[in-house]
Protein backbone atom coordinates (compact mmCIF):
# COMPACT_ATOMS: atom_id res chain seq x y z
CA UNK A 1 0.00 0.00 0.00
CA UNK A 2 1.21 3.61 -1.03
CA UNK A 3 0.17 6.83 0.82
CA UNK A 4 0.83 10.01 0.16
CA UNK A 5 0.13 12.77 2.80
CA UNK A 6 0.64 16.12 2.76
CA UNK A 7 1.27 19.38 4.59
CA UNK A 8 1.76 23.00 4.73
CA UNK A 9 -1.82 24.31 3.84
CA UNK A 10 -3.36 27.38 5.27
CA UNK A 11 -4.19 30.93 5.20
CA UNK A 12 -2.05 33.70 3.54
CA UNK A 13 -2.49 37.38 2.31
CA UNK A 14 -1.59 38.27 -1.45
CA UNK A 15 1.93 38.61 -1.52
CA UNK A 16 2.66 36.01 0.94
CA UNK A 17 4.55 32.61 0.86
CA UNK A 18 3.68 28.81 1.55
CA UNK A 19 5.49 25.78 1.52
CA UNK A 20 3.98 22.55 0.71
CA UNK A 21 5.04 19.15 1.63
CA UNK A 22 4.23 15.81 0.60
CA UNK A 23 5.64 12.63 1.62
CA UNK A 24 5.10 9.53 0.35
CA UNK A 25 5.12 5.71 2.61
CA UNK A 26 4.40 2.61 2.14
CA UNK A 27 6.03 -0.70 -0.14
CA UNK A 28 7.76 1.48 -3.04
CA UNK A 29 10.17 0.44 -5.45
CA UNK A 30 10.76 3.23 -7.05
CA UNK A 31 9.26 6.80 -7.70
CA UNK A 32 8.99 8.37 -11.19
CA UNK A 33 7.83 11.63 -11.35
CA UNK A 34 6.00 13.91 -8.61
CA UNK A 35 3.86 16.97 -8.78
CA UNK A 36 1.10 19.13 -7.56
CA UNK A 37 -2.07 19.65 -8.83
CA UNK A 38 -4.80 22.21 -7.61
CA UNK A 39 -8.52 22.44 -8.28
CA UNK A 40 -10.94 24.95 -7.53
CA UNK A 41 -14.69 24.35 -6.93
CA UNK A 42 -16.30 24.27 -10.39
CA UNK A 43 -13.38 24.02 -12.46
CA UNK A 44 -11.00 20.93 -13.87
CA UNK A 45 -8.09 19.96 -11.89
CA UNK A 46 -4.99 21.89 -13.36
CA UNK A 47 -1.38 20.66 -13.17
CA UNK A 48 0.93 23.08 -11.15
CA UNK A 49 3.90 21.91 -11.19
CA UNK A 50 5.78 18.63 -11.76
CA UNK A 51 9.13 16.98 -11.34
CA UNK A 52 11.04 14.24 -12.74
CA UNK A 53 13.27 11.76 -10.99
CA UNK A 54 16.03 13.52 -12.24
CA UNK A 55 15.35 16.67 -10.74
CA UNK A 56 13.61 18.52 -14.05
CA UNK A 57 10.77 20.95 -12.93
CA UNK A 58 7.61 21.87 -15.14
CA UNK A 59 5.27 24.87 -14.77
CA UNK A 60 2.11 25.82 -15.43
CA UNK A 61 2.47 29.49 -16.93
CA UNK A 62 0.36 31.15 -14.34
CA UNK A 63 3.03 30.05 -11.39
CA UNK A 64 6.10 30.44 -13.49
CA UNK A 65 8.67 32.30 -11.47
CA UNK A 66 6.53 32.62 -8.46
CA UNK A 67 6.50 28.27 -7.20
CA UNK A 68 9.55 26.06 -7.21
CA UNK A 69 9.17 22.30 -6.71
CA UNK A 70 11.80 20.18 -5.40
CA UNK A 71 12.08 16.88 -4.24
CA UNK A 72 14.32 14.84 -2.26
CA UNK A 73 14.49 11.35 -3.73
CA UNK A 74 15.96 9.90 -0.34
CA UNK A 75 13.06 11.11 1.58
CA UNK A 76 10.55 10.28 -0.58
CA UNK A 77 9.39 14.33 -0.14
CA UNK A 78 8.42 16.71 -2.99
CA UNK A 79 7.82 19.99 -2.16
CA UNK A 80 6.24 23.11 -3.76
CA UNK A 81 7.62 26.75 -2.08
CA UNK A 82 4.91 29.20 -3.22
CA UNK A 83 5.81 32.93 -3.51
CA UNK A 84 4.15 35.68 -4.34
CA UNK A 85 0.43 34.18 -3.78
CA UNK A 86 -2.46 36.09 -5.61
CA UNK A 87 -5.90 34.88 -4.36
CA UNK A 88 -6.24 33.18 -8.05
CA UNK A 89 -4.74 30.81 -6.65
CA UNK A 90 -6.62 29.19 -3.37
CA UNK A 91 -7.60 26.06 -4.13
CA UNK A 92 -6.68 22.86 -3.09
CA UNK A 93 -3.46 21.06 -3.58
CA UNK A 94 -3.14 17.69 -4.45
CA UNK A 95 0.65 15.89 -4.31
CA UNK A 96 0.82 13.17 -7.17
CA UNK A 97 3.39 10.53 -7.68
CA UNK A 98 4.10 7.67 -10.23
CA UNK A 99 4.93 4.97 -7.84
CA UNK A 100 6.27 1.44 -8.85
CA UNK A 101 5.40 -0.22 -5.77
CA UNK A 102 7.64 -3.43 -4.65
CA UNK A 103 7.25 -6.49 -5.99
CA UNK A 104 5.68 -5.16 -9.35
CA UNK A 105 7.13 -4.35 -12.91
CA UNK A 106 4.63 -1.30 -13.99
CA UNK A 107 4.01 2.70 -12.20
CA UNK A 108 0.59 3.63 -10.34
CA UNK A 109 -0.47 6.91 -9.78
CA UNK A 110 -1.28 7.65 -6.42
CA UNK A 111 -2.81 11.00 -4.88
CA UNK A 112 -2.75 12.78 -1.56
CA UNK A 113 -5.44 13.66 0.00
CA UNK A 114 -5.36 17.10 -0.65
CA UNK A 115 -4.15 20.50 1.28
CA UNK A 116 -6.24 23.61 1.29
CA UNK A 117 -4.11 27.15 0.61
CA UNK A 118 -6.24 30.09 0.70
CA UNK A 119 -5.05 33.75 -0.21
CA UNK A 120 -7.37 36.26 1.20
CA UNK A 121 -6.61 39.96 2.87
Known amino acids: QVQLVESGGGLVQPGGSLRLSCAAS????????MGWYRRVPGKQRELVAS???????DYAESVKGRFTISRDIAKRTVSLQMNSLKPEDTAVYYC???????????????WGQGTQVTVSS
Open 51 to 57: ITSAGNG
Open 26 to 33: GSIFRINA
Open 96 to 110: NAEVVPSHTVRSYTY
